[in-house]
């Protein structure tokens, strides 16, 4: 039996708009409450994230648990921008899909890892959960400062040794192909971290696959939401804005530059990060009747 369609679908980043970027975890407890309470409407729900399915089961999906999902409702998880996806119900997250065929070479995820521990695991660690793209990210006992000095080194550490492969890799304005002539990888750096990743990742990929997973289960909303605090969460939108769809983007981290866009960029005033993802999540709690 298919559901009615919600008034309201959400396309949510998860470090930023949900968990803090400092102690990457849900830090603002009316984001669960109000999490719930749209689950609970039937609200399409997707976290399309770059962090890994073991992150999103132990910092967004258990917290959730905890507090009470309801039977019924539509939520969905796509991790590592699309290379990993899963159901997220009331008893937790379902059967997670890895596509290998993006994934990097092993020789090139054992390069990474080694480069971190020999020479900068004073500030940042390499992250064991991903299973398709290789991230590390700033220790939380870390200087940010002292991080992203050490970040910008490392970025450049990796690229030589993608190079050294012969793995095509893109970093910023830089391209160096294969021997074939194709760039399969890009050096993706954010604010806490750098992900080493296969070019067909991003978020409108993620996009796609949930509202391809949505329409199985029921009609889709026209009006969609989506959230995020990187300039490459407006992928999100234009996804939806080339679809067809009613969309506007929450950028929660407007300092980095509001991109132009065809459909409305929403900032939520001075807020930003979860406490602007937590003022956006109300909102539309009191706007539906929720509360």
Known sequence: ?????????????????IASPVTRTIATPSIITDLISLAGANVPI?????????????????????????ESMRMYGVCEKGAVWFPITAAGMGEIVVDDSVALPAVAVDRLRNLVVDRFDDTMFFDETKQAMVSVEQRTDADHGRYQGAAAVFNEAAFSVMVELGLGIR?????VPDQAGTVGFRIDP???????????LDKDRGAERALAFFSESGDLPRVWRSVGDSRSDYLMADHLHAAGYDVSHVDVRPSDGILERPYPVIV??????????AEFLGYWVDKLGLR
């Open 1 to 17: 039996m298919r559901e009615t369609p919600s008034p309201l679908g959400l396309l949510l980043d998860v470090d930023g708009p």
């Open 46 to 70: 997707a976290f399309i994230t770059g962090r890994s399915s073991t992150f999103i089961r132990e910092q967004v999906v258990a917290p959730l648990r905890a507090a009470g999902l309801p």
């Open 171 to 175: 970093f910023g304005d830089r391209v």
């Open 190 to 200: 954010t604010i806490i971290s750098t992900d080493i990743e296969s070019v067909t």
């Open 268 to 277: 939520e005033g001075s807020l930003i990060h979860d406490a602007a993802g």
